[in-house]
T-cell receptor, first 117, second 114 residues
Framework: AQTVTQSQPEMSVQEAETVTLSCTYDTSESDYYLFWYKQPPSRQMILVIRQEAYKQQNATENRFSVNFQKAAKSFSLKISDSQLGDAAMYFCAYRALMYEAGTALIFGKGTTLSVSS | AAGVIQSPRHLIKEKRETATLKCYPIPRHDTVYWYQQGPGQDPQFLISFYEKMQSDKGSIPDRFSAQQFSDYHSELNMSSLELGDSALYFC?????????????FGPGTRLTVL
């Protein structure tokens, strides 16, 4: 069974600084998707960034970028120029069976990020 | 842009009662997923439907059942409620376009069982 591990329960960063959240996963699949979701206090699940396993290029979305190491099964999230609004719980998620309808997301336990001014 | 709609947003029930949660996917999304998130926990997959047929099944208790209707909305029926069922229940939907690879989450229904 696939598993997702986030080893940092809590992280903190100062405004305008950079922080990296770690995620590792275990799978025997070769094709899959990886995601980072943000869950602010409102508890809405917001997609931050996604990465297709077959793509070697790391995904970027504005201040958010990932370091995807397929061989090491590592998928870290870097947040640059941190803002107060980035404070939230961040979940790493894995999805097997690309292009299959109904396949579940498997989430890590989450990392709570606090941002101080 | 239209989003996933869940109703009700908040629900309070007594032990042993029943509850029905509803989910209206984004238009033209044919797949619906249900997740349960307990306090301080990560979302756990319950069940999914594609074109009104059950697609995948996770850790859904036998006391729970769900279905997807012809208009693609879905309902999660929960019976004999227990205190441990208190959680945030998310519905998500995905479209055929893009290969169902991205799931769009609704705001959740917060269920409290007293």
């Amino acid at each position: 069974a696939q598993t997702v591990t986030q080893s940092q329960p809590e992280m903190s960063v100062q405004e305008a600084e950079t922080v990296t959240l770690s995620c590792t996963y275990d799978t025997s699949e070769s094709d899959y998707y990886l995601f980072w979701y943000k869950q602010p206090p409102s508890r809405q699940m917001i997609l931050v960034i996604r990465q297709e396993a077959y793509k070697q290029q790391n995904a970027t979305e504005n201040r958010f970028s990932v370091n995807f190491q397929k061989a090491a099964k590592s998928f870290s999230l870097k947040i640059s120029d941190s803002q107060l609004g980035d404070a939230a719980m961040y979940f790493c998620a894995y999805r097997a069976l690309m292009y299959e309808a109904g396949t579940a997301l498997i989430f890590g336990k989450g990392t709570t990020l606090s941002v101080s001014s | 842009a239209a989003g996933v709609i869940q109703s009700p947003r908040h629900l309070i029930k007594e032990k042993r009662e029943t509850a029905t949660l509803k989910c209206y996917p984004i238009p033209r999304h044919d797949t619906v997923y249900w997740y349960q998130q307990g306090p301080g926990q990560d979302p756990q997959f319950l069940i999914s439907f594609y074109e009104k047929m059950q697609s995948d099944k996770g850790s859904i208790p036998d006391r729970f059942s769900a279905q997807q209707f012809s208009d693609y909305h879905s309902e999660l029926n929960m019976s004999s409620l227990e205190l441990g069922d208190s959680a945030l229940y998310f519905c998500a939907s995905s479209p055929l376009a893009g290969g169902h690879n991205e799931q769009f989450f609704g705001p959740g229904t917060r269920l409290t069982v007293l």
